[in-house]
């Protein structure tokens, strides 16, 4: 018997379409597939991979309304962030068409006058992807990108609340001429197909983007057949306001950083620490600027706050505003909630709390909601100290006008990504990811490239 699982809309609560759950059989004959395409696309010369994947990009932008569309009803952001998402995907297979054509090798001068030495680059076989559903597009493209162009075959298995962005983006690789086996997606349980794609001998690689207990579960289960693992995990980005900020743009910055996708981005500002001589200032006029948000259904003009992704998320962000209200935090904005459970949609007003302090869990824990908390410091290696002070290490971001306490800033945090008078630093051509619990691994940039590749080193003798 077939079994399927439902997408429903997370603001209606909808069915919007059932999706067929593979079985083990079919999961394991699509990674034979991917192995066995393999020996043919890694020989492809870099020229033609990349006229491949300028196809792929070109084939996405002419249905970019369409796949805006679907993202929107399955994962609920509004559509102009989903029509800004497909845009941002095309942007590394872009990238990376051209990347393809630039995976140098090197010679190494030798301790003797009888041998040559080379370096060269090779793909790293089949690569296997799991994907959330916070980006549907992007966190896949950013991975298939640059596998599909250092030669690398790859499949993906989408989250299951938002496969149909992830089906609709391999169905046009097709179309624009990539292999079927070259790039393919499965549809199940996290833990099935993250188990069979673990113990499986043909994939020698996992890409992974989610939160930090399944990364941690995926290293682990990969340590057997000693695959490559790329993970890019959870965040809990602090957000800085230095006395000398420039505050009408540090608030617009914020705000965009911190409500874009409801706040559900691993990227988005968890913790707002302002200094205590514009404490007021920056609140006010905070509180002025979020009040403009429109919460809503994604699909209708002017909406700019979508619902939460599902009931778990919700129950988190709500758990999140009692502790900290329980705790003494005030409540400036929001803290109302438009849920229906019996339908299936949960929308939470854009919040901002202030006098937060360290006892609270939503200092701690990544938040994924619209829900800003508002603490302040004095000095600035206190700023730094709290900024740290989580397991976390993927985005922080300060606003400063002056260079000394920028590059302190700089020098201090530990954070794989820095956004300096900047709420939106991720670009394709930038290395993206976190250190600490954050993750391993960049995508994006040159050094986006470099974990689908081997290094091999052969010495020529007797010349
Ligand atoms: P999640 O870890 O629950 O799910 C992510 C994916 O993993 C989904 O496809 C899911 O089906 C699958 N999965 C679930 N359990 C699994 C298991 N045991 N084995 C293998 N796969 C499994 O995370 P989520 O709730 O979908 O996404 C939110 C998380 O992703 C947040 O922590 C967020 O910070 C993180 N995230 C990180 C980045 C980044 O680039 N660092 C980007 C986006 C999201």
């Known amino acids: 018997m077939t079994d399927y699982f439902s997408v429903k809309n997370p603001a ?16 394991n004959l699509a990674l034979k597939k991917g192995h066995d395409s393999f020996k043919k696309w890694s020989k492809i010369n870099a020229h033609e991979r990349s006229r491949l994947l300028q196809k792929w990009s070109k084939k996405i932008n002419e249905n970019k309304e369409e796949i805006a569309k679907v993202m929107t009803m399955e994962n609920g952001k509004p559509l102009s962030e989903s029509l800004g998402e497909v845009d941002y995907s095309t942007s590394y297979i ?28 090779q793909p790293i076989g089949l690569v296997a992807a799991i994907t959330p559903w916070n980006f549907p597009a992007a966190m896949m493209a950013r991975k298939a990108a640059p596998a599909l162009a250092a030669g690398c075959t790859f ?3 989408p989250a299951v609340e ?11 690789a097709h179309e ?36 930090t207990p399944v990364g941690k579960e995926l290293i682990r289960n990969s340590a057997d057949t000693i695959k490559h693992v790329t993970m890019e995990l959870g965040g809990h980005a602090p957000l800085i306001v230095a006395a000398d900020a420039d505050i009408d743009y540090a608030v617009k910055q914020t705000v965009g950083t911190k409500f874009r996708n409801a706040g559900q981005t691993c990227v988005c500002a968890n913790r707002l620490i302002v200094h205590e001589s514009i404490l007021d200032e920056f609140t006010e006029k905070f509180v002025a ?16 706050v979508g619902p939460i992704i599902n009931e778990k998320g919700f129950n988190k962000i709500v758990a999140q505003i009692k502790d900290a209200k329980e705790k003494g935090a005030e409540v400036v904005l929001g803290d109302k909630y438009d849920a229906n459970q019996e339908k299936g949609y949960f929308f939470v007003h854009p919040t901002v709390l202030k006098n937060v302090n360290t006892d609270m869990i939503i200092m701690h824990e990544e938040t994924f909601g619209p829900v800003a908390p508002i603490t302040s410091f004095k000095t600035i290696e206190e700023a730094v100290e709290l900024a740290n002070s989580t397991p976390y290490g993927l985005a922080a971001y300060f606003f400063t006008t002056d260079y000394r306490t920028g590059t302190y800033l700089h020098d201090h945090l530990d954070f794989g990504i820095i956004g300096w ?12 990811g976190g250190m600490k619990e954050s993750g391993l691994g960049r995508e994006g940039g040159i050094e986006g490239i470099e974990p689908y590749l081997e290094t091999k080193y052969m010495s020529i003798g007797g010349i």
């Not at 938002?162 to 046009?172: A, D, N, Q, R, V």
């Not at 624009?176 to 113990?199: C, H, K, T």
């Not at 979020?290 to 909406?303: A, I, R, S």
């Open 94 to 121: 872009d990238w990376y068409a051209e990347e393809a054509k630039r995976i140098y090798g090197r010679t190494i001068p030798a301790n003797t006058e009888s041998k040559r030495i080379l370096v060269t680059k």
């Open 12 to 27: 209606t609560g909808d069915l919007i379409q059932e999706v067929k759950i593979n079985t083990e059989e079919e999961i």
């Open 155 to 157: 499949i993906v298995k």
């Open 289 to 304: 600027e979020v009040k403009k948000l429109k919460v809503g259904n994604g699909l209708d003009e002017g909406t700019t």
């Open 421 to 432: 008078n900047d709420g939106g630093p991720s670009a394709a051509h930038a290395p993206f």
């Open 176 to 211: 624009a001429g990539i292999p079927e086996g070259v790039i393919q997606y499965v549809n199940g349980r996290g833990s099935m197909i993250g188990d069979l794609f673990s113990n499986s001998d043909y994939v020698r690689k996992i890409t992974f983007t989610g939160s």
């Open 162 to 172: 938002t496969p149909l962005t992830t089906i609709k983006f391999i169905e046009l």
